[in-house]
């Protein structure tokens, strides 16, 4: 006799509960540890910049439990802890992996997403501002692993982790989202782009006024050619 329809939904609701929550706790105790790594890192690299210029601004900031920032001199890199689990699209290779398929509920991941904003656009409330995603740390219920990223980022992190996330996968993570981050300059538009400004733009001191982008972090999407 097949299953009774709503001890079906109990059960589904149930496994995939329990499978949520520890993804979650991974997420977490991840962030955690990015947080440790991160202030450790910038402190190294602070202890050696001193030396030579004392100006530098190299600092970890904690906003929230879920919310932190590195100020790398001019640069300033958002980490956010999403509380929602999520699962990626169908058509990923993590999802047809044979590791999902075994076990269909290793689909569901925690989240960590990084953005590299300008330092200034903050201080000087500059709203209009872009920042860019930067890179995504995704973690399951087993803390397996997968890093989303682009150039440095997404070489080193081919395809999900065989194997659970460590604290030395986290050490080279910071290292190449800050190396990352310092490696990539302001340009500002081209001089006709910015001829005219309105006064709103000039009251709200946008990037109109000549304050620039950073580069290297648009995403594949952001490279294609609209007709």
Partial sequence: MSQNPTEHIVDLLLS???IKQQAY???CAAFKELKEEASKLVKDIRDKTKKRDKDIQLKVESISDHEFHIRIAGDLLVFVLHTNI???????DYNKSSYVADQPLRKYLGQINVYNFMA???EFNRLNDPGYL???LLVNSENHFIVEG???VGFMFKSASAKPLKKVD????????ISQAAENDLVVPPFPNIRGITVKEKLEKTQSLGAGNKIGFQMSYQNETKP
Avoid: E, G, M, W
């Fill in 134 to 136: 930067l890179a995504r």
């Fill in 150 to 152: 682009d150039r440095q």
């Fill in 120 to 122: 200034d656009s903050f």
């Fill in 25 to 27: 706790r991974n997420i």
């Fill in 16 to 18: 995939k509960s329990s």
């Fill in 170 to 177: 986290l050490n080279v993570l910071i290292t190449l989202i």
């Fill in 86 to 92: 999520i699962t990626l699209p169908k058509d990923y």
